[in-house]
């Protein structure tokens, strides 16, 4: 089942633009992870962020994770058009064995050069 | 990086027919694989844990019978398709997790178009 909604579903940015996606769950996690599809391609990884931490970055991206709300964000500075493809987040819940993956409905993005 | 592989990319099948999906992990071992099912423009939703050495755990709503799935070694876990319909036309794709386990890497995808 799915853990929660992303917001927006799609977005639409010039390049150059920041982009901000956000992620909400419903169950307690052990992490939150975020992963990007081109389309009709396999997922890559992109960043990790674990319930103890509130804050990531990696080169253009920014996490954010907020336990209280369950809620997470993932920004991206800076954008260009390769960053086109979809975006998803997916939970790792506390009570699971052997990191099964939730994931969120996804935001399309596409960066307009 | 670790990489992910999916045999065939792409099958086209008629109705009735049975379909084998190979997913391998080519440079780590993996116990555990996973197996989605994604619909254009929607999410992946996880189908099945498939365990090296013992049997598959399939999420709720899942036919196991429908679905077969096999852990043959530690790097190859397979996914059949048993008397596939036109709506079993969907993109699967697995994934296994890396080191720790924290993260997962996925294979770039076995799109089924049942006719």
């Known amino acids: 089942s799915q853990q929660g909604e992303e917001d927006p579903q799609a977005l639409s940015i010039q390049e150059g633009e920041n982009a901000t996606m956000n992620c909400s769950y419903k169950?307690?996690?052990?992490?939150l992870q975020w992963y990007r599809q081109n389309s009709g391609r396999g997922l890559v990884h992109l960043i990790l962020?674990?319930?103890?931490?509130r804050e990531k970055h990696s080169g253009r991206l920014r996490v954010t994770l907020d336990t209280s709300k369950k809620s997470s964000s993932l920004l991206i500075t800076a954008s260009r058009a390769a960053d086109t493809a979809s975006y998803f987040c997916?939970?790792?819940?506390?009570?699971?064995?052997?990191?099964?993956?939730?994931f969120g409905a996804g935001t399309i993005l596409r960066v307009k050069s | 990086g670790a990489v992910v592989s999916q045999h065939p990319s792409r099958v086209i099948c008629k109705s009735g027919t049975s379909v084998k999906i190979e997913c391998r992990s080519l440079?780590?071992?993996?116990?555990?694989m996973f197996w989605y099912r994604q619909f254009p423009k929607q999410s992946l939703m996880l189908m099945a844990t498939?365990?090296?050495?013992?049997?598959?755990?399939?999420e709720q709503g899942v036919e196991k019978d429908k679905f077969l799935i096999n852990h043959a070694s530690l790097t190859l876990s397979t996914l059949t398709v048993t008397s596939a319909h036109p709506e079993d036309s969907s993109f699967y794709i697995c994934?296994?997790?890396?080191?720790?386990?924290?993260?997962?890497?996925f294979g770039p995808g076995t799109r089924l178009l049942v006719l």
């Open positions: 440079d780590f071992q993996a116990t555990t």
């Open positions: 169950t307690s996690i052990n992490n």
């Open positions: 962020i674990r319930s103890n931490e």
């Open positions: 498939s365990n090296e050495g013992s049997k598959a755990t399939y």
């Open positions: 997916a939970t790792v819940g506390r009570m699971e064995y052997g990191n099964k993956l939730v």
């Open positions: 994934s296994a997790p890396y080191g720790v386990g924290e993260t997962q890497y």
